[in-house]
C-alpha cells in the first residue's frame, strides 16, 4: 500500500535524522529543505522565503499524491488546518498515512 510519512515535530526535533535512519531514500517534500535551494537564502532571515517555500512544498505535495511511490512529507506540525487539509487530500487519493511525531523538549531544539 502506498505510504505517506507525515512528520510533526519543532524544527531541530530530529525529524530529518529519523527520516535517515528509518526510511532512507523516500522522496523528502519540506519547506525548509526548499528554502535551502534559493539561491538568496539567508538561514539568518528563514521567513523571507516561508511563504514561497510552503507554496512549493503543497505543490510538490499534490504532485506526489497523484503518484503512488511512497514519500514523506514534513509539515513541522504547527499548522494543523493545514495539515488536516493535506492528510484529507491524501487520504482521499488511497493513501495510507503514517502520522510520526517527534518529541524533543524545545531547550533541545534551540541548541541545534
Known amino acids: 500500500m502506498k505510504t505517506l510519512y ?3 515535530g519543532l524544527p531541530g526535533s530530529g525529524k530529518s535524522t529519523w527520516i535517515e535512519k528509518n526510511i532512507p531514500g523516500l522522496m523528502n517534500i519540506s519547506a525548509d529543505g526548499i528554502k535551502l535551494t534559493y539561491q ?3 538561514q539568518k532571515n528563514p521567513e523571507e522565503f516561508h511563504e514561497q517555500s510552503v507554496v512549493e512544498a503543497e505543490r510538490r505535495f499534490m504532485d506526489a499524491i ?3 511511490d511512497d514519500f514523506v512529507f514534513d509539515s513541522g506540525g504547527i499548522n494543523n488546518s493545514y495539515s488536516v487539509r493535506l492528510i484529507s487530500q491524501a487520504k482521499d487519493k488511497g493513501w495510507y498515512i503514517r502520522l510520526v511525531h517527534i518529541d524533543t523538549p524545545l531547550s533541545v531544539c534551540l541548541e541545534r
Request: glycine content about 22%; aromatic content about 34%.
Open 6 to 8: 507525515f512528520m510533526f
Open 40 to 42: 538568496n537564502f539567508n
Open 66 to 68: 497523484e503518484g503512488g
